[in-house]
T-cell receptor
Framework: DAGVIQSPRHEVTEMGQEVTLRCKPI?????LFWYRQTMMRGLELLIY????????DSGMPEDRFSAKMPNASFSTLKIQPSEPRDSAVYFC??????????????FGPGTRLTVL | EDQVTQSPEALRLQEGESSSLNCSYT??????LFWYRQDPGKGPEFLFT???AGEEKEKERLKATLTKKESFLHITAPKPEDSATYLC???????????FGGGTRVLVKP
C-alpha cells in the first residue's frame, strides 16, 4: 500500500516566484495536514482538512500561503510570492479520523524548498 | 494553547547504554500522546500512541510511558540503528491537530 506521496521532493526557486507543492494522501484517509519543519521552529502545523474542508488554518504564516483540497486524493500548498524565509521542509500527512477516536498521522517524505 | 517540551535536545549513547527521553506537555483534554521517529531526510514515522496516564507500550527496544504531565521514551540496550530524532506530539480536545515538541536527537555509537 502506497504511503503519502509528495512532489516535488526538492524545489529551488528564486524570490518572488510562485511555488506549488503537491500531496496525495493515503487512500481512504479523510484528514490531511500540511506541516513546515525548520531547525529554528521545529515541526509546525500550517493547515488541516477534514473531508476536503479546511478546518484550521491558523498556522498559515500569511496571505502568501494558500492550500486547497479539491478532492479526497489531492491537495496543494501554494506560496506566492515566495521569500527566502520560506525555505524549509514541507510535510504532508494524512490520517483516518473518527469523531471520538485517536488517530495517528502518517507523513510523506517531504518537499525541501529553497528560495534564493 | 497546547505546549510540548522535549529533553534533552541531544543524546549520545554507547551501544548497549540504556537511557530515557522526556516529553513534558500541557494540553486541554489530552486525547492522545504520540511518539514519532524521524531519520535524516525523511518524514516522521509513527511509533506509539498513549491515551491515558499509566499506559505503557513497547516496540523492540523502545518503551513509552505516560503520566498526567509527561511521557518517557525508554531505549533499552540501544543499537546504532536506533540513531534518529524522536518527536513527541499531543492531540488535545480542540480538534485533530498535533502539537509537536522540538525533538531529541539520539546518536548511538558502536
Amino acid at each position: 500500500d502506497a504511503g503519502v506521496i509528495q512532489s516535488p521532493r526538492h524545489e529551488v526557486t528564486e524570490m518572488g516566484q510562485e511555488v506549488t507543492l503537491r500531496c496525495k494522501p493515503i487512500s481512504g484517509h479523510n484528514s490531511l495536514f500540511w506541516y513546515r519543519q525548520t531547525m529554528m521552529r521545529g515541526l509546525e502545523l500550517l493547515i488541516y482538512f477534514n473531508n476536503n474542508v479546511p478546518i484550521d488554518d491558523s498556522g498559515m504564516p500569511e496571505d502568501r500561503f494558500s492550500a486547497k483540497m479539491p478532492n479526497a486524493s489531492f491537495s496543494t500548498l501554494k506560496i506566492q510570492p515566495s521569500e527566502p524565509r520560506d525555505s524549509a521542509v514541507y510535510f504532508c500527512a494524512s490520517s483516518l479520523t473518527h469523531r471520538i477516536s485517536y488517530n495517528e498521522q502518517f507523513f510523506g517524505p517531504g518537499t525541501r524548498l529553497t528560495v534564493l | 494553547e497546547d505546549q510540548v517540551t522535549q529533553s534533552p535536545e541531544a543524546l549520545r549513547l554507547q551501544e548497549g547504554e540504556s537511557s530515557s527521553l522526556n516529553c513534558s506537555y500541557t494540553v486541554s483534554g489530552l486525547r492522545g500522546l504520540f511518539w514519532y521517529r524521524q531519520d535524516p531526510g525523511k518524514g516522521p514515522e509513527f511509533l506509539f500512541t498513549l491515551y491515558s496516564a499509566g499506559e505503557e507500550k513497547e516496540k523492540e527496544r523502545l518503551k513509552a510511558t505516560l503520566t498526567k504531565k509527561e511521557s518517557f521514551l525508554h531505549i533499552t540496550a540501544p543499537k546504532p540503528e536506533d540513531s534518529a530524532t524522536y518527536l513527541c506530539a499531543v492531540q488535545g480536545a480542540a480538534g485533530n491537530k498535533l502539537t509537536f515538541g522540538g525533538g531529541t536527537r539520539v546518536l548511538v555509537k558502536p
